[in-house]
C-alpha cells in the first residue's frame, strides 16, 4: 500500500521535488530591513483619505480584468511611450511567471547574468525551462564576451536584465544593456524594480527596439502590500501575455488603492529621496567600518561584506540584537560572506549600525 509521500514523489516533478520554498523569516518584534521595502507609511491625513476612497469600492462585484483606468494613470505616471500598452500582475513574480509560461517551447532558455532576482531561475524551472547563467565580473559588471558568447550559444527566448540588480545594487553600463538588446534573437526584459532609486530607465526606449520589455513595480515605493507589477512594451507580445493572465488578477481595493496612490506621486517622491539620502549616510558608514566592505547602491539597499569573521555568526548577532538583514552567505561564489541591508528611517539605519558593531 502506497503513503502520501510516495504518491508524491510519483507525480511531482523531480525539479520541483528538488526546489526549496521562497523563505521569509519571520520579522515579529525585529528592525526589519530585509526586504527591500520603503520604511515611511503614508501622513494620517492622507490614510484617512484613502480608506474614504475605498469605502466606495463594490466589495460585491469583480474588479475590471482590465484594470482599464489604473493603466491609464500608470501609463502617465511612467511616462510609458506613446503606442505601448501596459498589462499589470500581482507583483513582478506573477509576470515573470505570465512570461515564461507564455515562451516554455521544449528546449526554451531563460539567461540572465548572475547573481540576480532568484525568481528568474526559480520561476524558469517551474514552467520547465532550462536556465542559463552568466557571472558578473568581480565588480559586478556584465562579462560582456562571455555573455554574448552565450547569446549566440543558447539562442535564448527571454533575457532578464535588472536594472539595477538585486542583490548587487548597481546599474549596468547602458551601452552593454543596448548592445545585449541588438545581440538577443529571443526576448529582452528590463526589471526596473528599483528605478525609483536609480535614476535611469529605458523605458523611452520602447518600441525602438521590437524584442524590449520594460518592467516596474510600485512595490518599493511604499506600496508592496498591494502587489502591483507593470509589463510595459510593444501590443503583439503584450496580447499574448495576457492570454496565460489569469482573470481579475488584481482586486478591487488593490486597483482603487494604486490609483488613490497615483495621486500623491509627489509624497512617494519626497519618501524616495529621504531614502536616497539615508542610502548614503549609510554606505559612508559601512565604509568606516573596519572589516567591513560595503559595495555603492543605486538601490534602496546596500551589499556588504564581512571580513575576517564568518557572515552566518554576524547575521545571527545581528538578529540577537533586534535587526533582521538578508544574509547571502550561503548562495556562495562571489556572494560568499556578504549581507544585504535595506536602508530604513534613520533611527532604524542607526539601530542596525550600532547592532553590526556589536555583532563584528
Not at 469605502?55 to 480584468?65: E, H, K, S, T
Amino acid at each position: 500500500m502506497s503513503t502520501i509521500k510516495d504518491k508524491v514523489s510519483k507525480l511531482v516533478r523531480p525539479e520541483i521535488q528538488a526546489l526549496k520554498a521562497y523563505h521569509v523569516p519571520d520579522a515579529t518584534g525585529l528592525v526589519k530591513l530585509d526586504a527591500m521595502e520603503n520604511p515611511y507609511s503614508w501622513p494620517e491625513d492622507v490614510r484617512h483619505e484613502w480608506l474614504a476612497t475605498l469605502q466606495g469600492v463594490a466589495l460585491n462585484r469583480y474588479p475590471d480584468p482590465e484594470a482599464r483606468r489604473l493603466r491609464e494613470r500608470l501609463r502617465g505616471a511612467l511616462a510609458v511611450p506613446a503606442g505601448m500598452e501596459l498589462m499589470l500582475g500581482n507583483g513582478s513574480d506573477e509576470l515573470i511567471q505570465i512570461v515564461l509560461m507564455a515562451l516554455a517551447k521544449p528546449g526554451a532558455v531563460v539567461l540572465a547574468p548572475t547573481p540576480t532576482f532568484v525568481m528568474y531561475e526559480m520561476i524558469a524551472t517551474f514552467t520547465g525551462m532550462k536556465f542559463a547563467g552568466v557571472p558578473l565580473t568581480a565588480d559586478f559588471s556584465l562579462d560582456m564576451p562571455a555573455l554574448l558568447d552565450a547569446v549566440a550559444t543558447h539562442k535564448p527566448a527571454v533575457i532578464f536584465l535588472a536594472y539595477p540588480n538585486n542583490p548587487t545594487g548597481n546599474l549596468f553600463a547602458p551601452g552593454d544593456v543596448a548592445r545585449i538588446i541588438e545581440a538577443s534573437p529571443g526576448l529582452v526584459v528590463l526589471d526596473e524594480a528599483y528605478h525609483a532609486f536609480a535614476g535611469q530607465s529605458f523605458m523611452d526606449r520602447l518600441g525602438k527596439h521590437d524584442n524590449l520589455l520594460v518592467m516596474r513595480t510600485l512595490s518599493k515605493q511604499g506600496l508592496a502590500g498591494l502587489r502591483i507589477g507593470i509589463l510595459a512594451g510593444p501590443a503583439p507580445w503584450l496580447a499574448e501575455f495576457n492570454k496565460v493572465r489569469l482573470p481579475y488578477n488584481i482586486g478591487s481595493l488593490t486597483q482603487a488603492s494604486a490609483e488613490f496612490a497615483l495621486t500623491h506621486l509627489a509624497l512617494l517622491d519626497e519618501q524616495a529621496r529621504r531614502i536616497r539620502q539615508d542610502r548614503e549616510r549609510l554606505w559612508q558608514a559601512l565604509g568606516r567600518m573596519r572589516g567591513v566592505h560595503a559595495w555603492p547602491s543605486q538601490t534602496n539597499f546596500i551589499l556588504f561584506r564581512v571580513e575576517g569573521r564568518n557572515a552566518d555568526e554576524v547575521f545571527e548577532g545581528l538578529r540577537a540584537r533586534g535587526v533582521l538583514i538578508k544574509n547571502l552567505n550561503s548562495s556562495g561564489g562571489m556572494l560568499k560572506g556578504c549581507l544585504r541591508v535595506t536602508v530604513g528611517t534613520p533611527d532604524e539605519n542607526a539601530a542596525f549600525l550600532k547592532a553590526l558593531e556589536a555583532a563584528l
